[in-house]
């Protein structure tokens, strides 16, 4: 019997559930909140996949990129590490802090690395320093691709700055305990526990998903992802695994950072709002709306979905244009809570200033003051 | 009053409205019986007209002033409380009169009882007149007028 | 040897219970099929005259008439078979080439009935789209790749995220687009070729519903310019009817290289079809044989197209989109690449399927590849090029259902163009007689008695009907996988499987077997 399917190579629908806690004053926080909160969640997932992600917690080294990359299979190591080195100084290289948790399996083995990409590989001569950013942005995620697609066995599962992701097949509560996520802090953290349909054996099918700084946790399945992956391939996006959550992924990295869009904007485009409300704006607002649907037209999402994506310095949570799955959120001084439950925020804090539930397609925006 | 009105550019020629005409003023209201028998076949209330490409099928007007009405010695042919000219087969004594006023030539005559024969009574009882229902083309309308 | 005098393709059986000589079959038949004989009272049916166009048959009011098929039986013969046998003779006496109307009748693969679509079981909930919104506005033209904006900062709160786009300017700017109401249109069918109460029809549908309808090579007639706001005007081979108001009259431009029906051939409307109305629509003699050449005589390359569509889009000054249409040949992917690198915002591929008034039985037959394959390759290469938002893709050629569109649309093209069964919706029975200028439904004609038979009203209301029902039925299905917007099934593959079909020809269409999961 094959018991195990590896959703790296197949496309298995999940129901999940997701959190998000963000203190936009920028203060840490502890990782004992989120893991509190997704727990309190766990009869949303079936303990085949759980994860975490946080920002700000590698303080030290904030200003290189780090890989978390798991590996199936060690003879795959050296032939990963000598394409990094190809493409990257090294700046430090250790395992994963691990804690072992023996209910686990399948576990990975796990590396991270602290590497900034070699100077003279990317073309310096862009004037400002944005420009540079961006290109420098350009060749990391493709290598990131490069990795993911050609190397079997190795997979990049974090790839920004002074964030990291955590991830794997297991319950919240275990998985918390393997990364040790109480350890870390974070002004940024998100969970995601999984409720896939199939047995799945890959860690790396698990949530957040991340690519350079942005991670993504996501609840739904997409209908329309045929159109949004072949959409993003116009792009020189390949997605390498067959999960909604890296096309959604994708698609914010297109949108917000190579096409220089706003949040809100993301969330018109993924949930767009329907001609007949376009039909009863003004002139200059339906015009808008007229121009981002003709554009983005391939890229509007389409299927029952919660998100909440996250950089360095925002956390947006968004649902679907009819709203088919859940999504609260509330405040408390400073902190903004964005979960599948209420009740994922109040285990949490329970004394909130607000607490919301926001329509279909508006889109809860917390940044970084 | 709907009355019945005629697009010729549509008309196509084909006569049905003269088969079903005959077959809903039979007794049997079966086409295949009316026609088949040689009894019970009324002679239709539609005149037709043809002039190469051009065709189309005319019926009584119901005329707002209509002369038939008013030629009539015994009030044979009268105007009903709807405005329908109608004709009383009992009342007529065959005098013609109404056929050689009527200005359309849509009235005929019965040579062999020598009296009037036929005449569109728009299908009384009937919502829509049965050429109209049944003109392929859309050719024969019922509108307000 | 005898000439074979009666060749009969159907068999006209008169019930005489039911007959009752009311002539209407006699009066109508074009083709002088039934004729009425005075002396007996009798009427004598001629089958070898009769094109099985089914006339007589719906207008018969007793329903006495039948009309079969009725090929004639040779000894059985699995290569020789009747029909070959019949068109040697026929070529024998004639020594012509043999014409036929319509599109492509032969046993090819269809490949629209080896694809199966999906629905939505748990994991996403269905749409109803009776009581929830489902959208298939489509537009057609170039998309630019980003849309730029300005920006003026403002403060987000994000308790209030309402998006407030007084913020924003935008900078790009938008290439002229077709809207459409849904992804299905009319296909370009010259006032000529068919009456001009077809295509008032097909207008007036168009208009109402809100999409467009295509004129064809025959330039606009005068009365269908109310309909001019939803009107595709072609510019083919013989520039017939194209003068500047037809071009600035239009929402668009259409360039005909080729027909699915006749790759590789041009269009020749006899002389007696050409009388004072198409003459003056046209813009040449009364009574001279119009005739469209084979290749644009100013187009021998790429670089000549693209000459062209920038010569049209200067003389409507960018405000129209001008598009090209192709047949579905062996190379599509390549050509319908090189259109849009030549400029056209719009491209057109009509499949071997696509119907025709006249073309060579041969040609028809033979020539020209199936439009499921052809939407698959093109999508496909225009991607892989990184150019499939510089145009958008419409599809021709034989779309019989709403199941064939929503099908093509899932391969990847953005509307589709449907002739053959727009021409059914106004009454057409599939004689492929058109070039006999007979059709006794008026459509494929300009004789004055038959072109009356079809009368406008009645068919924009079945020709509205048609785009109606599949509009709804492609909601139906949308809603039954979970979309509620058209461009979220566009070149969604992952929504249909094959069934039957070999790894070659799945690889082509870019489809999974049926069985397979996501």
């Not at chain 1, 999940?16 to 926080?29: A, L, N, R």
């Not at chain 3, 109508?28 to 007996?40: K, L, M, P, R, T």
């Not at chain 3, 013969?77 to 012509?96: F, L």
């Not at chain 3, 073309?359 to 037959?365: F, G, L, Q, S």
């Amino acid at each position: 019997m094959k018991k195990f399917l590896d959703d790296r190579k197949i496309h298995i629908p999940s129901g999940c559930g997701v959190t998000g806690i963000m203190d936009t004053s920028g203060k840490s926080i502890s990782g004992s909140d989120i893991v509190t909160s997704i727990i309190n969640m766990t009869e949303r997932g079936n303990g085949l996949g759980s994860g975490y992600a946080g920002y700000g917690i590698y303080p030290e080294m904030k200003d290189s990129y780090c890989f978390h990359i798991m590996y199936q299979k060690d003879t795959v190591i050296e032939v990963t590490e000598n394409y990094l080195n190809k493409k990257f100084n090294l700046i430090l290289k250790e395992p994963i802090p691990t804690k072992n948790v023996k209910t686990l399996s399948y576990v990975p083995i796990l590396y991270r690395y602290f590497i900034s990409p070699k100077a003279e590989l990317i073309k310096l001569n862009y004037e400002t320093e944005s420009q540079t950013e961006f290109f420098e942005q350009d060749f990391v995620s493709s290598c990131v691709m490069f990795i993911n697609k050609e190397i079997e066995y190795a997979f990049v599962f974090s790839s920004g700055k002074n964030m990291g992701i955590f991830k794997g097949v297991g319950n919240p509560d275990e998985i918390a305990e393997f990364f040790k996520i109480y350890e870390y802090k974070a002004y940024i953290w998100t969970a995601h526990n999984r409720f896939p349909t199939n047995s799945v054996a890959w860690w790396g099918g698990a949530h957040p998903f991340g690519l350079l700084n942005w991670s993504v946790v996501h609840n739904g399945e997409i209908s329309s992802y045929g159109i949004n992956r072949r959409y993003l391939e116009n792009f020189g996006y390949y997605c390498s695994l067959f999960t909604d959550t890296e096309v959604m992924a994708y698609l914010v990295d297109l949108i917000i950072r190579k096409h220089n869009l706003s949040f809100d904007i993301l969330a018109k485009i993924f949930s767009a709002p329907f001609w007949s409300q376009i039909d009863r704006m003004e002139e200059n607002e339906k015009n808008f709306y007229t121009y981002l649907r003709i554009i983005y037209g391939p890229a509007l999402v389409n299927g029952p979905f919660a998100i909440i994506v996250t950089n360095n310095n925002t956390m947006v949570g968004l649902s679907d244009r009819t709203k088919l799955r859940p999504l609260v959120a509330g405040k408390k001084g400073s902190i903004l809570y964005i979960a599948s439950e209420e009740a994922a925020i109040r285990c949490v804090s329970k004394e909130l200033d607000t607490v919301w539930t926001p329509k279909a397609g508006e889109p809860v925006i917390g940044k970084l003051s | 009053m709907k009355k019945i009105v005629i697009n010729e550019e549509y008309c196509i020629g084909c006569r049905l409205c003269e088969v079903y005409c005959v077959s809903q003023h039979s007794k049997s209201k079966d086409i295949i019986k009316t026609f088949k028998s040689s009894e019970d076949r009324p002679v239709s209330g539609i005149v037709f007209e043809e002039n190469g490409y051009t065709t189309f099928a005319l019926q009584c007007r119901h005329c707002k002033e209509s002369p038939c009405t008013t030629a009539c010695l015994t009030s044979a042919m009268y105007k009903n409380n709807n405005e329908i000219v109608l004709h009383n087969k009992e009342k007529c004594v065959g005098c013609w009169m109404c056929i050689m006023v009527c200005p359309f030539g849509i009235i005929k005559p019965d040579l062999k009882n020598k009296k009037v024969a036929s005449k569109c009574d728009l299908c009384i009882g009937r919502e829509v007149p049965v050429c109209v229902e049944h003109c392929p083309n859309e050719a024969i309308v019922l509108k307000e007028k | 040897m005898s000439k074979s005098k009666f060749r009969t393709d159907f068999k006209i059986v008169r019930d005489m219970e039911k007959c009752i000589k009311c002539q209407a079959c006699a009066r109508v038949c074009s083709n002088d099929a039934h004729v009425y004989d005075n002396e007996s009272n009798s009427i004598i049916s001629y089958n070898d005259k009769c094109v099985g166009c089914h006339f007589c048959e719906d207008l018969c009011p007793t329903g006495a008439l039948t009309i079969k098929r009725n090929i004639p039986e040779i000894k059985f013969n699995s290569h020789w078979d009747s029909y070959s046998v019949y068109n040697i003779i026929k070529q024998a006496e004639t020594g012509g080439v043999l014409l036929t109307g319509m599109g492509n009748d032969k046993p090819f693969k269809e490949y629209f009935d080896h694809i199966v679509l999906n629905a939505s079981q748990v994991t996403n909930p269905s749409i109803d789209p009776l009581r929830e919104p489902m959208e298939l506005k489509t537009f057609i033209g170039k998309k630019p790749d980003k849309i730029e904006l300005k920006y003026e900062p403002y403060k987000l709160e994000y308790n209030k995220p309402e998006l407030k786009i007084i913020n924003y300017k935008i900078s790009t700017k938008m290439p002229p687009q077709l809207v459409l109401e849904t992804p299905i249109m009319f296909s370009a069918m010259s006032y000529g070729s068919i009456s001009l109460n077809a295509q008032k029809s097909l207008a007036k549908a168009a208009t109402e519903f809100g999409t467009m309808w295509n004129t064809g090579e025959g330039g606009l007639h005068e009365d269908l310019k109310p309909y001019s706001k939803n009107v595709i005007v072609q510019v083919a081979s013989g520039r017939f009817g194209v003068d500047i108001d037809y071009l600035e009259s239009a929402a668009a431009v259409e360039i005909k290289i080729g027909q699915g029906a006749k790759p590789g051939i041009g269009g020749h409307l006899p002389g007696e079809k050409v009388d004072t109305e198409v003459s003056k629509t046209r813009f040449i003699p009364i009574g001279s044989d119009a005739i469209s050449p084979a290749p644009h005589h100013d187009i021998y390359s790429i670089e000549d197209l693209k000459q062209l569509i920038y010569a049209l889009k200067e003389a409507t000054r960018y405000q129209k989109p001008v598009g090209v249409k192709i047949a579905a040949v062996h190379n599509i992917a390549p050509i319908a690449t090189g259109a849009v690198r030549a400029g056209a915002d719009f491209v057109v591929i009509d499949g071997m399927r696509g119907g025709t008034g006249a073309a060579p039985t041969v040609i028809r037959d033979n020539v020209g590849i199936p439009i499921e394959l052809a939407i698959a390759v093109v999508d496909q290469r225009l991607r892989d090029e990184g150019i499939r938002q510089q145009a958008s893709l419409i599809a021709a050629g034989g779309f019989r259902s709403s199941a064939d569109i929503i099908k093509a649309i899932a391969l990847g093209v953005d509307a589709v163009y449907i002739g053959t069964s727009a021409l059914i919706s106004l009454g057409c029975h599939l004689c492929q007689k058109c070039y006999t200028g007979k059709c006794n439904w008026g459509i494929a004609t300009q004789d004055p008695y038959l072109t009356k038979r079809l009368n406008p009203e009645i068919g924009a209301k079945r020709a509205y009907n048609l785009l109606r029902a599949w509009s709804l039925e492609i909601k139906e299905m949308l809603g039954g996988m979970g979309i509620n917007a058209i461009e979220s099934l566009r070149g969604n593959r992952e929504q249909l499987r094959g069934v039957g079909l070999s790894e070659l020809e799945l690889k082509l269409l870019g489809i999974k077997h049926a069985g397979e999961a996501w």
